[in-house]
């Protein structure tokens, strides 16, 4: 199976270290690429939407996004981490998922990511690691991925694994390993279903396109829409 990782800092500290013990269960069977940001995506995305009117080989760091976005096609499982920063995910995750809008479903959803499946993974010092997670869920889930897992950890402490007292190490390390069991049991020949709430986003993303393409068939979103057969019966997750 193939993994990619999305690491939302270059920094080794808790959250690098949450991640290793969670790939651990697929290191002697997995194929895993990793990239670490800003270094794999050092540019902000600077809103000119080149990528959802003339395609996303018309941006500015299409070298860079199109490398990470092939990767993740080909992942059978996503894994994305960030420690949380001022209550959300690193700035450097942040400009990833903003160059990724014409991925969302009401523009170019690619039909593979309906059936993948993902795992967030974010640690804080306090508060602060939901609102990190979900950050990072909403770009997933509007991708057309339904499952994902989220694992959060409050360290309330140091933020520096050496010095966590023990039972706190223990804590973590026994919330991780059981997400990634989880995982890790998983037949990923098979894809993940596709629920309800993201069937209900693609309605109503088909009526617009339906309406947008009717008025202009060269508008690139609806014309992608209409070769997909997403305007018509076919549905991504019954490919």
Not at 45 to 50: D, L, Q, R, V, Y
Not at 109 to 118: D, H, L, N, Q, T
Not at 146 to 169: N, Q, Y
Not at 190 to 218: E, G, V
Request: a positive charge; one cysteine or more.
């Amino acid at each position: 199976m193939n993994i990619t990782v999305i690491n939302g800092t270059e920094k080794h500290g808790v959250t690098y270290r949450l991640k290793e013990m969670f790939l651990t269960a697929f290191r002697d069977h997995a194929n895993i690429t990793e990239y670490y940001l800003p270094k794999d995506c050092p540019n902000f995305c600077n809103g000119c939407i080149s990528c959802t009117i003339k395609g996303e080989n018309t941006c500015k760091d299409a070298a860079y996004i199109g490398k990470i976005d092939k990767s993740l096609l080909e992942a059978d499982l996503i894994v994305m981490t960030s420690p949380a920063y001022v209550f959300h995910s690193t700035g450097a995750m942040k400009a990833l998922l903003d160059h990724f809008a014409y991925r969302w479903m009401p523009h170019r959803p690619a039909s593979e990511m309906f059936g993948k499946r993902a795992v967030i993974i974010t640690q804080c010092l306090g508060a602060g690691a939901k609102s990190t997670a979900m950050d990072i869920k909403h770009s997933l889930s509007w991708w057309g991925i339904s499952k994902i897992g989220i694992f959060t950890g409050a360290l309330m402490g140091d933020i520096v694994w050496e010095r966590l007292s023990e039972k706190k190490r223990a804590e973590l390390t026994k919330k991780v390993e059981k997400l990634s069991q989880k995982f890790a049991r998983i037949d990923y020949t098979k894809p993940a279903y596709t629920n309800w709430i993201t069937k209900t986003k693609f309605s109503i993303c088909r009526s617009m396109q339906q309406t947008l393409h009717k008025n202009d068939p060269a508008y690139l979103d609806g014309k992608y829409w209409a070769e997909q057969g997403w305007l018509g019966k076919t549905r991504p997750w019954k490919a």
